[in-house]
């Protein structure tokens, strides 16, 4: 399993790109107005050193096909790592059709249902984003969701799309996911740290320490 990471914040992606972690990275419009930055120069500060593919999202008020295509192909402009992140609608798929014929990749978001996620891979999506998280936040079984997705396109090979599992929560998410097959995991920088720690590393340290120092100080 890859994994990118899932938020706006340069330092964290810093941060977690110099720890050869990530290869990517996904962001939406909540995440790009926690930041308060500008939207273009925030993913051209990411694209100038994030060497994978980086997801910015069509704004959350372009409805219509023809205006995500058009802001899809600004997006795309930006760097050769641009993923256009397209919402899953009707609109959604029409310009996924249109951007992916022109080689631009898209990724499409909120995936709840198999049946999107297959739809949008037959638009031609260069990833499908389903959301783990948010469904388990409505009592419904997210993880159900991915391993669906990853059972259906594994039987037909012909399907090229990746899946992201999206809306990630902690690391016990991520375990599961990994267990599915599915490509990329996308994980906020807290889950990340959360992956990276664990207190009986922390203890194994400091007793490699004191006992050192008991002989050597
Ligand atoms: C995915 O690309 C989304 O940005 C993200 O995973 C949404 O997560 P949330 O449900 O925690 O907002």
Redesign the pocket.
Not at 166 to 169: D, F, I, L, N, P
């Given at each position: 399993m890859k994994f990118f990471i899932?938020t706006a914040n340069v330092e964290e992606i810093r941060s977690a790109y110099d720890m050869g972690i990530i290869c990517g990275c996904?962001?939406?419009p909540?995440?790009i107005a926690k930041e308060g930055r500008d939207y273009v120069e925030t993913l051209k500060e990411i694209a100038s050193f994030l060497d994978g593919p980086i997801?910015g999202e069509v704004k959350a008020d372009t409805v219509k096909a023809e205006d995500m295509i058009l802001e899809g192909r600004e997006i795309a402009s930006l760097s050769p790592n641009m993923v256009v992140?397209i919402p899953m609608t009707e609109e959604g798929l029409k310009a996924v059709k249109v951007l992916s014929k022109e080689g631009i990749k898209t990724?499409v978001?909120l995936i709840f249902s198999a049946t999107q996620a297959v739809l949008a891979a037959r638009a031609g999506a260069t990833y499908v984003?389903p959301?783990l998280?948010?469904l388990d936040d409505i009592s419904s079984d997210g993880l159900i969701l991915i391993q669906d997705i990853m059972d259906i396109f594994s039987v037909y090979p012909e399907i090229e799309t990746e899946v992201?599992c999206?809306?990630?929560?902690h690391p016990v998410h991520v375990i599961e996911c990994a267990k599915t097959g599915a490509d990329i995991a996308?994980v906020?920088f807290k889950v990340l740290k959360q992956m990276i720690h664990h207190p009986l590393t922390d203890i194994g340290i400091e007793k490699f320490k004191e006992d050192y120092r008991k002989v050597f100080s």
């Open positions: 899932d996904t962001t939406n909540s995440l997801s992140k990724n978001t984003s959301f998280g948010r992201i999206a809306s990630v929560r996308t906020p």
